[in-house]
């Protein structure tokens, strides 16, 4: 509890010191006479937002408040409706107005913010690149010990302000900031006692005092000299000053602010998204946390600082960071930071004029040397060289450019990155050809050599993922290297599965349009099988699919249109030389001449079956075989307490119901007749009488059914090594 007490109170002063100066740039200018309402203004938003984060965010030592990013839109604001009302020759109104539309902004960032966490936009985030992430710490770390340095020398810290900064007594602050910067950190490293760091800012600001004492210093010479804090003495409430100056509204000057507004709730919402997924990854959070319950939290803290006039404020990654860093992990830190927001808003700011500036400035010092320690020097060895190229240049473009520039960039960078990478993704999951791949049908002995044989003229490749111009260009060169490589005329046909694609993009169709013109001019046919209904409406409205296509076929599945190939490669092979028997001239050769073929059929029944007739039933007796002597069958399996599934078909010169006869086992599955089929019956009595009767046709018999099995297991044993490269 001490710890958590002492980091809200340590956090209370760079909270209530950098609302302050927040308040002081945003009523600046021809404003700067309302700076006491603005500081009122900013206290109060830092207040009611601590609070209601402290109480409800997930992350239990958040500090939210007014943050630079939001206050940059605010600035901008401001200064716009201040020359507006100018030119209108309403100069005594300008504040009024510019509190008016602050004030508005603030309502319109919480009602829009609920509306983001109720459709929940911020699962969005999930998606932000991790070197985006990256570069957001290193350059908030970085402004962060900018803003220590402008704290510790009152000099903006650039290279032209770089000889005032090493004039003295600004050296002597800088240095001091520096080195208890150090012993933060070499405190921090040897000690784990939660109360070593708050022990240590407790001490280093009584030496702080001790030393301005010894030097005769008061507390307004080391004000003005920059050793003790120095803020503006008094605190208006906003919402009643507004009441009694507002004489009169000008809607117009309020809708010219829309598109300030617009920029006020984005860059609202994304501070919030980045530092909570900043702040998972720093602080090495287990779960992952609601983003959308952060947005809608940040909607009612934002609504509730309007009703009582306050400023737009979101969760602040420096400050909950801060938080963490010097012993706060429960909510009563943000409770306590939250209390001298409140405390100085009651009392006035003279409290703060006894803060030490070295003090403050060596932690925000070693606060964002962390983050760019983190992700600039050690993320050289442990990031990838174009994930760490993004986080630099990300960094250089927010400290450059602004933060909203900054994470433009970044995100370009990020696509950028991505669509190389996603070019060199092979979209290729598997690729064989028909030599080691089959469709689910049977064929004869003779055709399956052939397809064996020529198996290179169909190409089939499984694709997967989503579909990008660079994987789908890779695709494109993929195949006209496999074309080239194979002799003239080998490859005859392409077969692109599509069922575990995702999707694809209008350039990857583009690339696929070049690809069917290739195949066109090389006499290939594309077979695509298993297509998405929104990828092939995208192929085509690309001009890729057109109806009635010879060079072009879509199958529902991919082992239909692969039967479909193997058909045609057949029929190719056929026309160039007759390789392909009758019935009776496959048995003749699997049995082992006609002698012994005219024998079988003394003990076989030819049998004659229509369409849709059922040759065996799941489960029954398995007491027979078949040979398929002409016709097609399909074998038919249905799960215990499921659908009936077709698993294979079987043409002519096929065998079907070996395993049961042999095993003697129920059917594991049933067979149906797909065309009018003729089959060849043997019977287990008929096979035991031939085996009793004509030993020699029984062992030709057996061979041949070996045979047929181990042919069968063969392929499937090459099959499956192929599916397992």
């Not at 710490?137 to 650039?158: D, F, Q």
């Amino acid at each position: 509890m001490k710890s958590n007490i002492m980091a809200g109170l340590v956090t209370a002063v760079l909270m209530v010191a950098a609302t302050i100066s927040y308040s002081a740039a945003i009523f600046s200018g021809p404003l700067a006479g309302q700076l006491q309402v603005g500081i009122g203004y900013g206290l109060i938003g830092a207040f009611v937002t601590a609070v209601v984060f402290a109480l409800f965010s997930e992350i239990p030592f958040a500090i939210a408040g007014p943050d630079s990013k939001p206050t940059a839109i605010l600035t901008v604001m401001t200064a716009s409706v201040a020359s507006t009302v100018a030119v209108h020759g309403q100069a005594d109104t300008a504040g009024a107005m510019a509190l008016l539309s602050l004030l508005i902004g603030t309502l319109l960032t919480g009602v829009i913010l609920l509306v983001f966490g109720a459709i929940k936009m911020g699962r969005w985030v999930r998606f932000v690149p991790y070197p985006v992430i990256g570069g957001f710490m290193a350059a908030s770390g970085w402004l962060l010990m900018e803003g220590a340095v402008r704290i510790l020398t009152r000099i903006h810290p650039t290279p032209e302000n770089l000889p005032g900064i090493l004039q003295p007594p600004r050296i002597l602050q800088l240095l001091a900031g520096i080195g208890f910067s150090v012993a933060i950190a070499l405190i921090s490293k040897r000690s784990n006692s939660p109360l070593a760091v708050p022990a240590l800012l407790l001490g280093g600001g009584g030496i702080t005092h001790l030393g301005l004492r010894f030097a005769g210093m008061s507390v307004a010479q080391a004000q003005d000299a920059g050793w003790l804090l120095k803020v503006p003495g008094g605190v208006v409430v906003p919402v009643v000053w507004l009441y009694r100056n507002l004489h009169h509204a000008d809607p117009g000057v309020i809708l010219r602010l829309a598109g300030d507004y617009a920029a006020l709730v984005v860059v609202t919402a994304i501070t919030l998204l980045l530092s909570v997924t900043a702040i998972e990854v720093d602080t090495q959070m287990a779960a992952d946390l609601d983003v959308d319950r952060e947005l809608r939290i940040n909607g009612y803290a934002n609504l509730a600082a309007a009703l009582f006039g306050g400023m737009t404020g979101t969760m602040s990654l420096s400050r909950t960071l801060f938080n963490f860093q010097n012993g706060g992990t429960r909510r009563l830190s943000g409770i306590v930071a939250a209390g001298g927001c409140l405390a100085t808003l009651v009392f006035g700011t003279g409290l703060l004029g006894y803060t030490p500036v070295p003090v403050l400035g060596g932690m925000l010092l070693r606060l964002g040397w962390d983050m760019v320690n983190e992700w600039v020097l050690r993320g050289w060895k442990r990031l990838t060289a174009p994930d760490y190229a993004q986080v630099i240049i990300i960094l250089v473009a927010i400290v450059a450019w602004g933060f909203l520039a900054g994470i433009s960039v970044g995100v370009l960078a990020a696509c950028v990155t991505f669509a190389v990478n996603s070019s060199r993704i092979r979209i290729v999951k598997l690729e064989l050809n028909r030599s080691k791949y089959a469709s689910r049908l049977d064929r004869s002995p003779a055709q399956n050599r052939e397809l064996i044989l020529h198996g290179d003229g169909i190409q089939i490749m499984w694709l997967h993922g989503f579909i990008f111009f660079g994987s789908a260009n890779r695709l494109l060169l993929h195949v006209k290297e496999l074309v080239a490589a194979q002799e003239a005329g080998g490859c005859r046909m392409v077969l692109l599965a599509f069922n575990e694609v995702l999707g694809i993009d209008t350039s990857a169709v583009m690339s696929l349009v070049k690809l069917r013109q290739f195949t066109e001019r090389a006499s290939v046919i594309l077979v695509l099988a298993g297509l998405p209904p929104k990828v092939e409406h995208s192929l085509r409205a690309g001009g890729f699919l057109r109806d009635d296509d010879p060079h072009c076929r879509v199958f529902a599945q991919l082992d239909p249109a692969l039967e479909w190939c193997e058909d045609r490669l057949l029929e190719e092979r056929a026309n160039r030389d007759e390789t392909f028997r009758s019935a009776d001239e496959w048995l003749i050769r699997e049995i082992g001449g006609r002698e012994l073929l005219d024998q079988l059929f003394h003990y076989v029944e030819r049998v004659e079956l229509a369409a849709g007739e059922m040759l065996f039933h799941q489960g029954e007796s398995g007491d027979h075989l078949c040979l398929v002597y002409s016709g097609r069958v399909s074998v038919l399996f249905r799960p215990y307490e499921g659908k009936e599934i077709r698993i294979r078909s079987m043409m002519q010169q096929t065998m079907v119901g070996e395993m049961g006869i042999y095993r003697m086992a129920p059917r594991g599955a049933s067979v149906t007749v797909d065309e009018p089929t003729v089959i060849l019956r043997l019977t287990r009595e008929a096979m035991d009488r031939m085996e009793a009767d004509n030993p020699p046709l029984a062992y030709a018999f057996h061979k041949f059914v070996i045979r047929t099995l181990a042919e069968r297991l063969d392929f499937a044993n090459r099959e499956v090594a192929a599916l397992q490269r």
